[in-house]
Nanobody, 115 residues
Framework: QVQLVESGGGLVEAGGSLRLPCAASGFIFSINAMGWYRQAPGKQRELVAR???????SYADSVKGRFTISRDNAKKTVYLQMNSLNPEDTAVYYC?????????WGQGTQVTVSS
């Protein structure tokens, strides 16, 4: 079955960095686009970054220049490198993949940025 397992979240001070890995299994990782979403308390889940199977990337305007999405097909892992974090980045971060028009999600990892 499809599994997405995020890790790497935690508490960090404003201006700090975190790297979130998402380990994938149960599908052919290398041929699928992967995404990172986040959901802050009281807000809708929003797309943060996306990477295609060929490595093309796209980002939400709010994170451009600070976050970098990457993938390691050999490890079946997608990463979100987050730099210059600010309190507005506080959220649960989710890894996602769409297979045959169905979206799969990990359990999420909490990122908290203190001011």
């Amino acid at each position: 079955q499809v599994q997405l397992v995020e890790s790497g979240g935690g508490l960090v001070e404003a201006g700090g960095s975190l790297r979130l890995p998402c380990a994938a299994s149960g599908f052919i990782f290398s041929i699928n686009a992967m995404g990172w979403y986040r959901q802050a308390p009281g807000k809708q889940r929003e797309l943060v970054a996306r990477i295609t199977s060929s490595g093309s990337t796209s980002y939400a305007d709010s994170v451009k220049g600070r976050f970098t999405i990457s993938r390691d097909n050999a490890k079946k892992t997608v990463y979100l490198q987050m730099n210059s974090l600010n309190p507005e980045d506080t959220a649960v971060y989710y890894c996602t993949v769409r297979l045959r028009s169905k979206d799969y999600w990990g359990q999420g990892t909490q990122v908290t940025v203190s001011s």
